[in-house]
């Protein structure tokens, strides 16, 4: 089962989650006008965009997630059924932001080019592009496969106690790591499977793909308390402008 088709446990595991809000708020507040965030979810950010008074936009590839963000957000915001490496939406915007680690789903080159082309191509002259991704870390990728290690802390969900173990299997000549989530209810683990895969993108390639899309790098920052970023850096953040 893919992961991005279960919008009520994506929900339940998400329901506290606030730790990039901050950041997104204080990157989002000096701008005007309208906002497309991609890969937008079940729409867990489009609250804080429009808190701020902005126009939201969120495009989505996952048709049961789209259905929840659109009924959550009715009147208030717009969501689009796409791809984010390939949609014409015949506006531009003043931002554009691509979340908690979302960009790592363009799974070659070539469609995190055609992505970044995308962004650029909808983004305003005077505009700012965020991508927020984590740096590839060997401890976590390298673990033993077929094994099962905590994904997430315990939350609420069907009335049970829960939380996700994951495994996971990582290519290091493609630069996929692929992912594999159990369900574990009340201490006991379901047969279920949700698979999804993430391409790793390293601090160089992101600095190549960035600039040679078009972008000039305004900042770099390594966690979502806005510290820069560095060697000891968790996270890459790229605050981006047109060249
Ligand atoms: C980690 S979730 C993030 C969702 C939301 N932005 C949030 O912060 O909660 C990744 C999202 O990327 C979406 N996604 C994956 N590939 C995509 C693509 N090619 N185009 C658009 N969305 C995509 C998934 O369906 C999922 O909703």
Redesign the pocket.
Known sequence: MNI?SVPDLYDAI?KD?SF?IQLLKTIAKNRSGSVL??????G??TKCILDLGLDYTG????KQ?IEVAKKRYVGQARFVL????DFKLNMKYNFIFI????FL??LTLIDARNCLRCVYDHLEDKGKFLVSIFIPDPDFLFREPNTFYPATSFFQYKDSQCRIMESNEYDDKTQINKLTWYLEKNGEIMSDEYHYSMRMYYPHEMDILLVESGFHIEEKIGDYDGSPMDAESGMQIYICSKD
Do not use: I, K, P, V
């Open positions: 991005y998400h989650s990039d965030e991609l890969a937008s979810g079940t867990r950010l495009l989505e590839l996952s997630f796409g791809d984010m490496c979340g908690f680690n979302s789903h363009n």
